[in-house]
């Protein structure tokens, strides 16, 4: 029976800022529309919080049934490993994602954006199915693009549509910037795990692309949201402060460049991290500081 810790380890509490920043910078863009709703945007973090939380549990569940996760460098799997039974982490999943539609059901009757029931559903399901069902979408290369539309798009407009309306210009732009950022969290983390998932039979992106184009992938994610902080600043110059966390995305892009592999990758997975909530910080300031401009 698996212990509080390695419960909580198999949540991956390093993935969070995923969660986050897309809440961050929507709150941020409903700010510079004059809105303040502290709740709302509680309510929006419950939601992303949830989410992630279960669709950690969700994966380490459809993974360990398949025994992708048998052998792994990574963090701790709680049913590869065999710490808990797969029921017990299924239900986890299923708790989490209730946590996540009770919250969204209360954010939506505040909002009257009765259309993001749907949105939310989609969510939940795409949330299950990257790697559970008979097909996983993840298996077939797709993560990436489900990470940049629900993480990004979807996390960031449903923010600011909850509390301020439809996003501007400025919105769209931190919306693809915390997508492509999200995207490399999981670049990162499939990386690592080439050798693992061939032998598996995974075919994540990583693995079509091979290691070395992997690896360009991940420093164009990580580089690219800063050519929009720029690009954005000629719009709005507080978005100039997007920049402020340069520094970190080029440490982390030569590192991976560099050849950094097996746990070497777990640390870079972290600041990966800390490098999303840093860009979604200070992004999130400067769409709240243009507003006021």
């Known amino acids: 029976m698996a212990?509080?810790?390695?419960?909580?380890e198999g949540a991956r509490p390093r993935t969070l800022p995923t969660a986050i920043a897309p809440v961050l910078v929507g709150t941020g863009a409903a700010l510079g529309d004059g809105t303040v709703a502290p709740g709302r945007a509680l309510l929006a973090l419950v939601v992303a919080v949830a989410l992630v939380i279960a669709v950690n549990f969700a994966n380490d569940y459809s993974d360990g049934i398949r025994g992708t996760d048998d052998e792994r460098v990574g963090p701790l799997r709680l049913v590869g490993s065999k710490a808990a039974a797969p029921a017990?982490?299924?239900?986890?999943?299923?708790?989490?994602?209730?946590?996540?539609?009770?919250?969204?059901?209360?954010?939506?009757?505040?909002?009257?954006?009765?259309?993001l029931i749907a949105v939310g559903a989609v969510?939940?399901?795409?949330?299950?199915?990257?790697?559970?069902g008979k097909r996983p979408y993840g298996y077939a290369g797709l993560g990436e693009v489900a990470v940049f539309v629900f993480f990004?798009?979807?996390?960031?407009?449903?923010?600011v549509v909850t509390q301020s309306g439809p996003p501007g210009a400025l919105?769209?732009?931190?919306?693809?910037?915390?997508?492509?950022?999200?995207?490399?969290v999981l670049v990162a983390n499939n990386l690592r795990d080439i050798p693992t998932?061939?032998?598996?039979?995974?075919?994540?992106?990583?693995?079509?692309?091979?290691?070395?184009?992997t690896r360009r992938f991940y420093a164009a994610l990580v580089l690219v949201p800063f050519?929009?902080?720029?690009?954005?600043?000629?719009?709005?110059?507080?978005?100039?402060?997007?920049?402020?966390?340069?520094p970190l995305a080029v440490a982390q892009a030569r590192r991976v460049l560099g050849g950094a592999d097996g746990r070497k990758l777990i640390r870079v997975l972290r600041d990966t991290g800390f490098l999303l909530l840093a860009w979604s910080v200070a992004t999130g300031v400067g769409l709240a500081l243009g507003g006021l401009a």
């Open 3 to 8: 212990t509080l810790a390695q419960w909580i």
């Open 152 to 159: 990004g798009l979807v996390g960031v407009f449903g923010t």
């Open 88 to 115: 017990a982490v299924r239900t986890a999943a299923f708790v989490g994602f209730a946590i996540a539609g009770l919250a969204g059901l209360t954010l939506v009757s505040l909002s009257r954006q009765w259309w």
């Open 227 to 246: 050519v929009l902080s720029a690009l954005a600043g000629l719009r709005s110059l507080p978005m100039l402060l997007g920049l402020l966390a340069l």
């Open 197 to 213: 998932d061939e032998v598996a039979g995974k075919r994540t992106l990583a693995v079509v692309l091979g290691e070395k184009d």
């Open 171 to 184: 919105a769209i732009i931190g919306a693809v910037g915390v997508g492509l950022l999200t995207c490399a």
């Open 123 to 132: 969510c939940i399901a795409g949330a299950w199915f990257y790697t559970g």
